[in-house]
């Protein structure tokens, strides 16, 4: 005799489980658009959503570049890591400079390769965390180097954060040497 898997048909007004399911082996999968629902505890007063219905995690590649085109990313230290929860995206990575490429050395250093566009609003600017970083070149009144991500896209503007000023001004490729790198982390939403 020869056992064949068989498929459970569910009704098609659903099934009402009372005290849990648990499920012994595989996945529970849902189709695209769908996920878990907690619709049913209504909390917040301007919530989009209360429908989890996404997960992921992978790697990205960061590309250091100014208008005028891409810089030369070190061989190695040029990947991060993301989790995205439903909309909300997770990232963080370690990123080396090994030449200004067709990069241009007085033009405002950007990074581009995110995994996910920020969404188009407004309100959404997040910001980016540089924890470490390693062979800038800055002015006295330069302290070091902070970031954002431009809305409706994947890409990271570098900013100097200054002492004794009262705005951010552009962080440049001449700001970081040959063999200089930056740790980032960020969270923002995407659509």
């Known amino acids: 005799w020869r056992l064949r898997k068989m ?11 009372a005290s849990g399911l648990a499920i ?21 007063t301007n919530d989009d959503s209360e429908l989890f219905d996404d997960f992921e995690e992978g790697t990205w590649t960061g590309q250091y570049k100014t208008n005028s085109g891409n810089a030369t990313m070190h061989s190695t230290n040029r990947y991060g890591r993301y ?62 180097i902070a970031g954002y991500i431009e809305i409706s896209n994947s890409t990271i503007v570098f900013v100097h954060t200054n002492t004794g000023q009262t705005n951010n001004s552009n962080f440049y490729l001449d700001n970081l040497t040959t063999d200089g790198h930056l740790m980032i982390s960020m969270e923002y939403l995407t659509d």
């Open 83 to 144: 989790v995205k929860m439903g909309r909300m995206v997770k990232c963080w990575g370690y990123f080396g400079l090994a030449g200004a490429g067709s990069a241009t050395g007085g033009q405002g250093l950007k990074m581009t390769g995110l995994p996910f566009n920020i969404t188009n609003h407004a309100n959404d600017y997040n910001v980016v965390s540089v924890g470490y970083y390693s062979g800038l070149a800055l002015e006295d009144a330069e302290a070091g």
């Open 7 to 17: 498929a459970a048909k569910i009704p098609t007004n659903g099934v009402d489980f």
């Open 24 to 44: 012994s082996d595989g996945n529970l999968t849902f189709a695209s658009g769908h996920g878990i629902s907690f619709a049913a505890t209504g909390d917040g």
